[in-house]
């Protein structure tokens, strides 16, 4: 925000009437008090609007991850159905239609089980147990439903920031639509 300075506009000449008044200095030019409250009207709702759009993004992102983990988390049910529910350890299923997309969310996740996956796709297509596609399964879940935890405080950050804004805006155009009217008042009745 930019320096406010109050000056002493002559108030001598103002205590003749019986007014005192003085004005403001905003971006280096004078300024009456409603011009003043206007001014910081508007750029508290240009700081609020200055705040949602990196929300918004970050909402839009994480929106693409989740979309991404599902259809990991697909990928690894449609494997796991391809073993028999008495399958014994020794069994291995081929997980098919990971996309290059899908790789820096699947790596992280491969991590999280405790693996260590190579530069291309061939690992995930290699034969998996049972028990690590479960394993999969069971934590690919656990990051859906961290990232839905996260969009859900973002939705409500983002919720409060846009009723912040349009109170802002509003509160502006109130100040205007006053000082503009008292003007006119002013005017109408000084002729």
């Avoid at 394993?135 to 973002?154: A, C, E, F, P, V």
């Avoid at 919720?159 to 502006?172: E, G, H, K, P, W």
């Amino acid at each position: 925000m930019d320096m406010i300075e109050r000056v002493d506009v002559g108030t001598a000449r103002l205590n003749a009437w019986g007014i005192q008044a003085h004005d403001y200095k905003m971006d280096g030019r004078q300024v009456d008090f409603q011009d003043l409250l206007v001014n910081v009207s508007k750029r508290r709702a240009v700081t609020v609007e200055g705040e949602i759009a990196p929300l918004s993004t970050r909402i839009k992102s994480r929106n693409k991850e989740l979309e991404i983990l599902g259809s990991l988390l697909a990928i690894f049910t449609q494997t796991q159905a391809k073993f028999a529910s008495d399958a014994a350890g020794d069994a291995k299923a081929s997980v098919e239609g990971v996309k290059a997309e899908m790789v820096p969310l699947g790596c992280e996740a491969y991590r999280k089980k405790g693996g260590t996956p190579g530069s291309d796709l061939s690992w995930w297509n290699s034969n998996w147990s049972k028990a690590s596609v479960e394993g999969m399964i069971s934590i690919l879940k656990n990051m859906i439903d961290g990232r839905n935890n996260q969009s859900q405080t973002d939705m409500t950050r983002l919720q409060s920031l846009v009723d912040r804004r349009d109170q802002a805006f509003s509160s502006a155009t109130e100040l205007m639509t006053n000082v503009s009217d008292t003007r006119g008042n002013l005017i109408a009745n000084i002729g």
